[in-house]
T-cell receptor, first 111, second 115 residues
Framework: GQQLNQSPQSMFIQEGEDVSMNCTSSSIFNTWLWYKQDPGEGPVLLIALYKAGELTSNGRLTAQFGITRKDSFLNISASIPSDVGIYFCAGLRSNFNKFYFGSGTKLNVKP | EADIYQTPRYLVIGTGKKITLECSQTMGHDKMYWYQQDPGMELHLIHYSYGVNSTEKGDLSSESTVSRIRTEHFPLTLESARPSHTSQYLC??????????????FGQGTRLTVV
């Protein structure tokens, strides 16, 4: 079943604003991944995190692997209209069997 | 860029028909997955495979079946499609890597509509 709690569920922001979303779990994960999905398409990997405390950037996106290994957050700076979509977090546990996904954050950006 | 492909992209089919959704990857990944997703909603794992001749059911019960005869190919079959099967089906793969992390890469999805 669902093991990741992702929030917020949706966001409506103005172009140029910064965005923050996070995922929490009661379980420890060894890898955190952040994906973006456009309507009718498959999720695309944005950032991968492998170590507790790691902070990684990809352009205007920054993600962190929580120290407790039970959470992660994604920040988007200076949002633009093409940032619109659904953002999913995913965690991989030590047994490498399968990925656990959050329920997604729907981002809407007003021009 | 991920090399994982799904066909068809869109499929409209009548109730009772047998369908196979194709998924192929050229990355040599051992693990492959099928997810079911309604528009704008969360992903539900329905099948996964650790490698050739290995298949497991996921967290969401599904009437579909899968096979893994070749590393690169992981087709999903519905013997008798029903309107309740209408959804988007996403295939993903990841590398088998002990001692280091792996990442999942997704295909573009197949949008199935059963009428």
């Amino acid at each position: 079943g669902q093991q990741l709690n992702q929030s917020p569920q949706s966001m409506f922001i103005q172009e140029g604003e910064d965005v923050s979303m996070n995922c929490t779990s009661s379980s420890i994960f060894n890898t955190w991944l952040w994906y973006k999905q456009d309507p009718g398409e498959g999720p695309v990997l944005l950032i991968a995190l492998y170590k507790a405390g790691e902070l990684t950037s990809n352009g205007r996106l920054t993600a962190q692997f929580g120290i407790t290994r039970k959470d992660s957050f994604l920040n988007i700076s200076a949002s633009i209209p093409s940032d619109v979509g659904i953002y999913f977090c995913a965690g991989l546990r030590s047994n490498f069997n399968k990925f656990y996904f959050g329920s997604g954050t729907k981002l809407n950006v007003k021009p | 860029e991920a090399d994982i492909y799904q066909t068809p992209r869109y499929l409209v089919i009548g109730t009772g028909k047998k369908i196979t959704l194709e998924c192929s990857q050229t990355m040599g990944h051992d693990k492959m997955y099928w997810y079911q997703q309604d528009p704008g909603m969360e992903l539900h794992l329905i099948h996964y495979s650790y490698g050739v001749n290995s298949t497991e059911k996921g967290d969401l019960s599904s009437e579909s079946t899968v096979s893994r005869i070749r590393t690169e190919h992981f087709p999903l079959t519905l013997e008798s499609a029903r309107p309740s099967h209408t959804s988007q089906y996403l295939c993903a793969s990841s590398g088998l890597s002990w001692g280091s992390a792996t990442e999942a890469f997704f295909g573009q999805g197949t949008r199935l509509t059963v009428v």
